[in-house]
């Protein structure tokens, strides 16, 4: 038997319900896959605060790195709005990205034929879109230095050096290598110093992967193309703010938010979560819909090298949308039964075991 030491961060909000489906599902495919995890909970976010006073404790960033994944819910909420930005949720998770070193951000988005009708778009536009948001995570506006606020003026710096560009450029040209070979690089080189740089040097690295046809887009063109026509992208590579902006809109083509994952991977431990947040408005009500948490374990089991186990996950997804169960967020497509968040994870847990 296999065993894996498991860092879990159920987070805030809606993050512990929806990490608690993701445990059930994981336990129910080690026992036909005979794997066992061992969990370990470590705190991060608004819980962190208010345990500890910090959202980003050094106990966790080291309880992770000892660990050989991290499955995390989400952080944040109303309630740390007010803090100082230093202690709010959000850079808890920042700091916890970079002091993983996870720079790479891996964000399918794939749309289900069982929910063909549930994106925003009309079904022949959306039926088979199959793309990856590959987001630069620990560089960019996010961690730019200079950066200030006063009563008059505020700015922050977008900034990427030429080792951060060339190693997230070789983790989009290696993805597109196992896909469709085709990378499109979305920036603002129009505008930006900083985006004519992301585009130079990626045509650099485009040298090394020649059987990979490489395409450059403006961010704005791409947030109209991604819905005029999701299907001409197969691998996206960009940085970490259009990346953050141009995934959640990638969720609306496959039909809810709640069904994204992600990998965020570069470090000696990689960590799985979903792109969206701690959905505050609806969290503790059991409404959240857990397969984007649930398929960022199937994530983390692929990168374990557990393909079969990952298989079994995603198989059942599909199985239990085939059988028309929805959470209240896809209630309206093709709906036989709306279920909650517990039971949409007892019923993934059951179909992985076929
Ligand atoms: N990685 C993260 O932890 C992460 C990501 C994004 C936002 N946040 C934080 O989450 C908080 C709320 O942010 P927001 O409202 O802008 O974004 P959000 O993603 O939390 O929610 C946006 C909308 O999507 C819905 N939604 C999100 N996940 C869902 C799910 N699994 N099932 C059904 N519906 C779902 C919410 O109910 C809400 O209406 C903020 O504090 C923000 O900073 C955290
Ligand atoms: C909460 C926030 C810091 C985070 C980000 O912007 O990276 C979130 O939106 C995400 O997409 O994971
Ligand atoms: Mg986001």
Redesign the pocket.
């Known amino acids: 038997m296999k065993t894996y030491n498991i860092a879990v961060i159920k987070?805030?909000?809606?993050?512990p319900e929806?990490v608690n489906e993701a445990i059930k599902v994981l336990n129910s495919v080690g026992v036909v896959e005979n794997i066992k995890f061992n969990y370990k909970e470590y705190l991060l976010?608004g819980a962190a605060y208010d345990a500890v006073g910090d959202p980003c404790p050094d106990e966790t960033i080291k309880g992770c790195l000892e660990s050989d994944a991290v499955l995390?819910?989400?952080?944040?909420?109303?309630k740390?709005?007010s803090l100082p930005k230093e202690k709010r949720?959000?850079s808890g998770?920042l700091k916890l990205r970079k002091e993983l070193g996870l720079f790479a951000n891996i964000r399918p988005a794939i749309i289900f034929d069982e929910l063909v009708n549930a994106s925003t778009l009309k079904p022949e536009i959306i039926k088979g879109v199959d793309l990856v948001v590959v987001r630069e995570l620990t560089g960019g506006i996010y961690f730019g230095e200079p950066r200030y606020k006063d009563k008059e003026k505020a700015y922050n710096t977008m900034i990427y050096t030429r080792e951060e560009v060339e190693r997230i450029a070789h983790v989009a040209f290696k993805e597109a290598m196992k896909r469709n070979k085709k990378v499109t690089s979305i920036d603002k080189a129009n505008v930006l110093e900083v985006s004519e740089f992301w585009r130079e040097i990626v045509e650099e690295i485009a040298k090394e992967y020649p059987e990979v046809e490489l395409n450059h887009m403006y961010v704005d063109n791409a947030a109209m193309q991604l819905i005029r026509n999701p299907k001409q992208f197969d691998v996206i590579l960009t940085g970490n703010i259009f990346g953050d902006i141009l995934s959640?809109e990638a969720s609306m083509i496959v039909g809810?938010?709640?069904l994204l994952p992600s990998a965020s991977i570069g470090g000696r431990v990689g960590l799985f979560?979903?792109?969206?947040?701690?959905?505050?408005?609806?969290a503790g009500e059991q409404?959240?819909?857990?397969?984007?948490?649930i398929l960022s374990a199937a994530m983390m089991l692929e990168y374990l090298n557990e393909l079969n186990a990952a298989k079994r996950i995603k198989d059942a997804i599909k199985k239990v949308l085939a059988l028309g169960y929805r959470?209240?967020?896809l209630a309206e497509f093709d709906a036989k039964e709306v279920v909650n968040t517990s039971k949409m994870g007892d019923l993934i847990a059951k179909y992985v075991k076929d």
Request: glycine content about 20%.
């Open positions: 987070g805030d909000g809606i993050g929806i976010g995390f819910g989400s952080i944040g909420g109303y740390w709005e949720p959000e998770l959640d809810s938010i709640g979560e979903p792109i969206h947040g701690s959905a505050p408005d609806i409404k959240a819909n857990p397969i984007a948490t959470t209240p967020d």
